[in-house]
């Protein structure tokens, strides 16, 4: 039951994280969200399945629960990095065309005489 407990206690900071993640640096989150995944695989090992009694059976059925949560929260972040990715390389490749605006080949005006 102790062990159940630690890993409910774990989860819920997890989320407690993860849905804080707009109030602080990106680095600083995404270092709290591994090492709370790192102790709740831990927990998790230590855990026997056959061992289990109902009312642990139970809160297992509520971590997961509050675990699909947590994924949504996951999928929403991976989601915000891929967009700042595109932002900045699109940012990048402007500051390159204006920096070296011959650089870049036009094919405007360009055409082939297909004349005999």
Excluded: C, W
């Amino acid at each position: 039951m102790d062990k159940i407990n630690q890993l409910l206690n774990i989860t819920q900071q997890l989320r407690e994280s993860v849905l804080s993640e707009k109030n602080r640096e990106r680095e600083e989150t995404i270092d709290q969200i591994n090492s709370y995944i790192e102790t709740r695989g831990q927990v998790l090992e230590t855990i026997e399945p056959e061992f289990l009694s109902n009312e642990e059976k139970v809160m297992l059925k509520e971590i997961h629960k509050v675990s699909e949560e947590i994924i949504l929260y996951f999928e929403k972040i991976k989601t915000n990095i891929q967009e700042d990715i595109l932002r900045m390389k699109k940012g990048k490749d402007a500051v390159q065309g204006y920096n070296q605006p011959y650089k870049t080949s036009s094919f405007d005006g360009h055409y082939f005489d297909r004349k005999k």
